[in-house]
């Protein structure tokens, strides 16, 4: 069975820095891309990055710049880095993985970006 788990959110100062992880397990890491997700309150939950096989990545425009999505194969995981936070980026943090025939999220991770 995959399964998606997420980690490494908190509370953060507006400015600083998160460095979220998401570990796959029960599927071959690298065969399918990996997005990173959030959901503030009151809001839908929206995409904000991608990383495919061969490390290809895009980014909302929201984040561009200050986020970088990166994996370790060797791990099984997945990263969204947080830089130059923004109050605006509070919210839960999911990970998702499209395959064949489903799609899987983990729960998330909450961020709080507040002075």
């Known amino acids: 069975q995959v399964r998606l788990v997420e980690s490494g959110g908190g509370l953060v100062q507006p400015g600083g820095s998160l460095r979220l992880s998401c570990v796959v397990s029960?599927?071959?890491?690298?065969?399918?891309?990996m997005m990173w997700y959030r959901q503030a309150a009151g809001h839908q939950r929206e995409w904000i990055a991608t990383?495919?096989?061969?490390?290809?990545?895009s980014y909302a425009d929201s984040v561009e710049g200050r986020f970088t999505i990166s994996t370790n194969t060797a791990k099984n995981t997945v990263y969204l880095q947080m830089r130059d936070l923004k109050s605006e980026d509070t919210g839960i943090y999911f990970c998702?993985?499209?395959?064949?025939?489903?799609?899987?999220w983990g729960r998330g991770t909450q961020v709080t970006v507040s002075s």
């Open positions: 998702n993985r499209p395959e064949l025939l489903r799609v899987y």
């Open positions: 029960g599927s071959d890491f690298s065969r399918f891309p």
């Open positions: 990383i495919v096989n061969g490390g290809a990545t």
